[in-house]
């Protein structure tokens, strides 16, 4: 079972509308169950999906010497990746991750779902909750 923040969903269909008709593929970062102000009836260890890191972060580097310097460490087991002219499904193109989110038109309710590493559908489940508030030191 996959958890995401509503407000992750929303972005991410949002930027996907926007990049259409060219795919969108971020990474997808996580934070503890436990580090919610609210108890959102799962295990205090259990990942939510609640941040992306912004594709063009790190490019330079990546691109010179092939390492996505673009992701914290410890993050982006996880992906979204927008099919605009495909189907609800993981394709051969797509960058494999332990999770990935896919979303296709119209980029509502019914038009994203959670797939496994070997495309096989997880359950996803959506949690009206917002992550803890982050500020740098």
């Not at 996505?68 to 002219?85: E, K, L």
């Not at 609800?88 to 296709?104: K, Q």
Request: cysteine-free; charged content about 25%; proline content about 9%.
């Amino acid at each position: 079972m996959v958890y995401v923040t509503r407000g992750l969903v929303d972005v991410l269909l949002g930027l996907a509308e926007d990049a259409e008709p060219k795919p969108l593929d971020v990474t997808l970062s996580t934070t503890p169950a436990k580090e919610f102000d609210t108890d959102l009836g799962v295990d205090g260890e259990t990942p939510i999906l609640t941040h992306f890191d912004l594709p063009e972060a790190g490019w330079p580097v990546s691109a010179v010497f092939g390492m996505d310097i673009g992701t914290p460490a410890g993050q982006g087991r996880a992906r979204f990746i927008s099919h605009p002219q495909g189907r609800l499904e993981v394709s051969e193109r797509d960058h494999m991750a332990a999770v990935m989110v896919v979303a296709v038109p119209p980029w509502d309710e019914q038009s994203y779902a959670a797939f496994d590493r070997a495309g096989r559908r997880v359950d996803l489940v959506v949690l009206d909750a917002e992550p803890p508030q982050e500020s740098l030191a």
